[in-house]
């Protein structure tokens, strides 16, 4: 299973003057890593010979990934973006355990939700590996490789598994015109946090909500000969010259 | 991550996944606490998630913080989901107030800081400024034998090629600024003269493969800590700049004096690389090394 587009567009979001952040020209979008995720979720079923299915909450559009290649999609459609990661995690769970039968759970490791992956697991019950780059099935069980700096690590995982996937580079992919026409004929399951039985009660309020205190760079504006002498004597000064 | 922590008052348990150094420089920072577990070399610290988790159940501990280091993070999460707590990312400050832990947490790219009071259980990843907090108070480690689930790793060297990039004290990095391919030659020339290896944003590796994926600093590239970095044509985009989080000093050259790059950065020259460039080449090769009385 693919888990995609479950987290507002962050870079729709504006933050008002008063540090207040105004979400409503944000949609739930493909995440960075969605496309990743999608292609490790393809590379698993390939190589255990079962199928994706994707999973997605929100308002956004469910068909993202049945013009990819995925023959049916589940869509909580009322979940809110919430900033507590683990409500948003209760309720993937719940949607996994509601369509069951599911050996790994794919899902792009967010790097501002950087909570929703692991609390997912958790509660799921499953092993986790986060911030992998590829993975396969083989001999019942999955091998997920992530990267960190020059040092490699292959992961052997017995499934049911979660996969957090980190994309090591954009990957936008455009289906054609023949595969969103199929799309419309794949099933799309709709469900709501009620049906599900989730109980999406705040467990945090927002106090406040600012815009950072500005630590703009020391800068050097001028003529070239001059700026370059001014930021080396500042280097320098630092003692990292 | 401790120092923060132990701001809240309470009393503070340090579980260490990992080899005894580790233990022992967490030991250094004076928790009150600290349970370790030594896995050994194809024992992810994963696997102990479930019974790490049980642990907590015990313990029932109001506030639950980790890194953002993927292993963490499965820990954390773990013992989130069997406490009932709350979660928050990008947690960069703690505080008591009243019955409530407030959490400060910096979202959308770091655009905006926010405040979360929780009166129950919470949990938080934390992603702000470590500190050296070494005390004279070290303690000794309780040894932990917990049950693994099924999961095992191997580690070796990544099929990307090594450079000298992440161990070097000073990284020259460039980025679209640069505009053809035999510009870079210009990078190499000021990478030389500052004696510094070269290293790239990542476009410059993935779209149009002028250097090797293994020079591109970012978050799924190159995460490293020189005593410099100086960033060149690069707008600084938050996904870059977690690359170099923890260098010392970041400065950066860029035409925009709007390129975010300056709200991160130490010191910065707002101008063109074609010109800067040459200029800091003809100063380190040709000016006087007491720079300082141009200022």
């Known amino acids: ?241 | 991550m401790l120092a923060a922590v132990r701001g809240l008052g309470a009393r503070l348990t340090a579980v260490v996944v990992g080899p005894d150094d580790l233990a022992r420089a967490v030991a250094a920072t004076g928790p009150d606490e600290l349970r370790w577990v030594g896995p050994g070399d194809e024992v992810p610290a994963e696997a102990f998630a479930p019974a790490l988790a049980a642990a907590a159940e015990l313990a029932h501990p109001r506030v639950l913080v980790s890194t953002t280091d993927p292993a963490a993070r499965v820990l954390l999460g773990a013992a989130c989901a069997r406490l009932g707590s709350a979660l928050i990312p990008g947690m960069i400050g703690l505080a008591a107030e009243g019955d409530e832990v407030v959490v400060r947490r910096s979202a959308i790219g770091g655009e905006v800081i926010e405040s979360y009071a929780a009166g129950g259980s919470i949990a938080a990843v934390f992603v702000g400024d470590d500190v050296e907090t070494v005390t004279s108070n070290a303690i000794a480690a309780t040894t932990n034998d917990l049950p693994a689930a099924d999961i095992s790793v191997v580690r070796g060297a990544s099929s990307v090629v090594a450079t000298g990039v992440n161990d070097a004290p000073r990284v020259v990095a460039f980025g679209r600024g640069v505009k053809a391919r035999s510009d870079v030659a210009l990078i190499e020339q000021l990478a030389a003269a500052l004696d510094a290896e070269i290293a790239c944003s990542m476009p410059i590796a993935e779209d149009v493969h002028w250097l090797d994926k293994a020079r591109y600093i970012g978050r799924s590239g190159q995460h490293i800590a020189p005593q410099l970095y100086l960033a060149v044509g690069i707008a600084g985009s938050p996904q870059h700049m977690e690359g170099v989080r923890d260098a010392k000093i970041v400065a950066a050259i860029n035409i925009d004096p709007g390129a975010p790059v300056f709200r991160v950065a130490d010191y910065g020259v707002v101008g063109d690389l074609y010109e800067v460039v040459p200029a800091i080449v003809e100063e380190l090769e040709h000016g006087q090394p007491s720079g300082g009385s141009h200022e």
């Open chain 1, 1 to 241: 299973m693919v888990i995609y587009k479950w987290a507002r567009d962050a870079s729709a979001a504006m933050v008002r003057t008063d540090g207040v952040v105004d979400w409503r020209g944000a949609k739930m979008t493909p995440g960075e890593d969605d496309p990743a995720a999608l292609a490790v979720a393809k590379s698993l079923a390939q190589t255990s010979g079962g199928e994706v299915v994707g999973l997605t909450i929100g308002d956004g559009d469910a068909s993202w990934v049945l013009a990819r290649g995925v023959v049916q999609a589940f869509s909580v459609t009322d979940a809110a973006d919430l900033p507590d990661n683990a409500t948003t995690a209760a309720i993937l769970a719940r949607a996994v355990g509601r369509i069951g039968d599911v050996d790994a759970v794919v899902i792009g490791d967010s790097k501002q939700e950087s909570g929703v992956a692991p609390v997912l697991a958790g509660l799921l019950g499953w092993t986790a590996v986060l911030a992998v780059v590829s993975a396969t099935a083989s001999d019942g069980r999955l091998s997920a490789i992530r990267r960190s700096g020059s040092e490699q690590e292959t992961f052997s995982v017995a499934p049911p598994a979660v996969i957090g996937v980190a994309a090591e580079s954009e990957m936008a992919t455009v289906p054609g015109m023949k595969e969103l026409l199929a799309a419309r004929k794949r099933p799309l399951t709709q469900w709501t946090v009620a049906d599900l039985g989730v109980d999406v009660a705040e467990a945090v309020t927002v106090r406040d909500s600012q815009k950072p205190d500005v630590t703009s760079a020391r800068v050097f504006e001028g003529g070239s000969a001059q700026v370059a002498a001014q930021l080396l004597a500042a280097l320098r000064a630092e003692g990292v010259l």
